[in-house]
């Protein structure tokens, strides 16, 4: 059964940067659509950005446009968020998710999918 494993995460200064890890071990990312998702106090959770297992198509909300980057390492089976120019708004706990192949954007609107990371807290503030 596939597992995620989130790293990364941290306490950094509005437009600074992270670059968060999601590791993936009992399957291939290669047969999965990612995601990446944040959930902040009081808020519900939601899709940040999703990729595609086949096509290499991405998707971001857009609030992280132009600042977050998704990418897979299929070598290492692992799946980052890197994060650039962070604002203090960013601030929430950041999961990675994966599901079975799946329209991305359907990805990043969904909450629902069979595997998840167990979470890696980003906070930014001065």
């Known amino acids: 059964q596939l597992q995620l494993v989130e790293s990364g995460g941290g306490l950094v200064q509005p437009g600074g940067s992270l670059r968060l890890s999601c590791a993936a071990s009992?399957?291939?990312?290669?047969?999965?659509?990612i995601g990446w998702f944040r959930q902040a106090p009081g808020k519900e959770r939601e899709g940040v950005s999703c990729s595609s297992e086949r096509s290499g198509a991405t998707y971001y909300v857009d609030s992280v446009k132009g600042r977050f980057t998704i990418s897979r390492d299929y070598a290492k089976n692992t799946v980052y968020l890197q994060m650039n120019s962070l604002k203090p708004e960013d601030t929430a706990v950041y999961y990675c998710a994966a599901n079975f192949p799946l329209a991305i954007q359907a990805m990043c609107i969904m909450t629902t999918h069979p595997y998840w990371g167990q979470g890696t807290q980003v906070t930014v503030s001065s």
């Open positions: 009992g399957a291939s990312l290669n047969y999965y659509t």
